[in-house]
């Protein structure tokens, strides 16, 4: 398909050769670039998550090559009419050659051709005015919160998540998140199921919460809730599981209780992204998002 205007891709020099990037598709053999990528950026996902996101990317997982060195990577997970882009990672020796907006431009094109009516992304602010080019809008903040999780009791009322419980789960997600994310969910119990747990009142679910192994931290998210003490519930859940170990978390700036219980717990915060759409928007409800899955996928 032709070129849309807006991925044309410009560049503070006109002595950046774009010909001498190519893009293909990241396969399993690719996980080390992968990993060695993400450490040069010192960010905290595993071989497993590089794992879930070639599980979940329908063939839309891509490395960039210079000159036939791979010096890149983007992945892509579809949900219906929703995808997020993440992992956009550069190898620190051949930043500056416009292969992140090669990378991200690839994405919308096979995106596009795949009829997605909605692309999501969670942008540093070093990458949102790439972004912003590229035809992605702001939605809202998030901050990320670290920290030394506190030795805390385990809330009564929370349970470990069952496969029972998978499908309500999703349709509560559902609901925040306006994203079908069923096959997220899914994947996260199966990969550690002790690592998630719910809260329900007579007949109806008030909440969710999950946790992943990092290799630099435990990752709490995504977690949703109806209520500010289901919220607060469920986080203590996620916290208890992973005391004096070191916790991130990604919370919606609406989310005043969850940031609460984060200052509460003495976290402080490491950085900021702003949630960015290009597309149809979509009505998310970032006020019950106690915790995003990361920037990975919302």
């Known amino acids: 398909m032709a070129q849309s205007p807006q991925y044309r891709l410009t560049t503070p020099t006109s002595r950046i050769d774009i010909t001498m990037i190519s893009i293909r598709t990241m396969h399993a053999d690719d996980i080390g670039l992968g990993l060695r990528l993400k450490d040069q950026a010192g960010w905290n996902q595993t071989a497993a998550d590089w794992q879930r ?8 997982c891509f490395v960039a090559e210079w000159e036939g060195r791979a010096a890149g990577t983007t992945v892509v997970t579809e949900f219906g009419s929703v995808a997020w882009i993440a992992m956009v990672l550069v190898d620190e020796q051949l930043r500056g050659r416009g292969i992140g907006t090669r990378l991200v431009a690839h994405a919308l094109e096979h995106l596009d051709a795949r009829g997605i009516a909605t692309v999501r992304l969670d942008a540093t602010p070093l990458g949102r005015p790439l972004y912003q080019r590229l035809g992605f809008t702001a939605d809202y903040d998030l901050a990320r919160w670290q920290g030394v999780a506190p030795a805390e009791d385990a809330p009564a009322g929370v349970k470990p998540v ?9 349709e509560l997600d559902a609901q925040i998140s306006a994203t079908g994310r069923e096959r997220l969910i899914r994947y996260l119990h199966r990969q550690e199921p002790a690592a998630m747990w719910c809260l329900s009142s007579p007949g109806n679910l008030l909440g969710y919460a999950a946790l992943r192994t ?24 996620a916290a208890h599981h992973a005391q004096g170990r070191t916790v991130f978390l990604d919370i919606p700036a609406q989310n005043r209780p969850a940031t609460t219980w984060a200052e509460s717990r003495g976290l402080v915060i490491q950085r900021r992204f702003t949630r960015m759409t290009r597309g149809t928007a979509i009505h998310d409800q970032p006020a019950l998002l106690w915790a995003s899955s990361g920037p990975e996928n919302g």
């Open 53 to 60: 996101f070639l599980q979940l990317g329908l063939a839309g």
């Open 162 to 170: 069952a496969d029972s419980d998978l499908a309500a789960v999703a």
């Open 214 to 237: 990092g290799s630099r931290a435990f990752q709490i998210g995504p977690a949703g809730a109806v209520d500010a003490a289901a919220g607060e519930q469920l986080l203590s859940a």
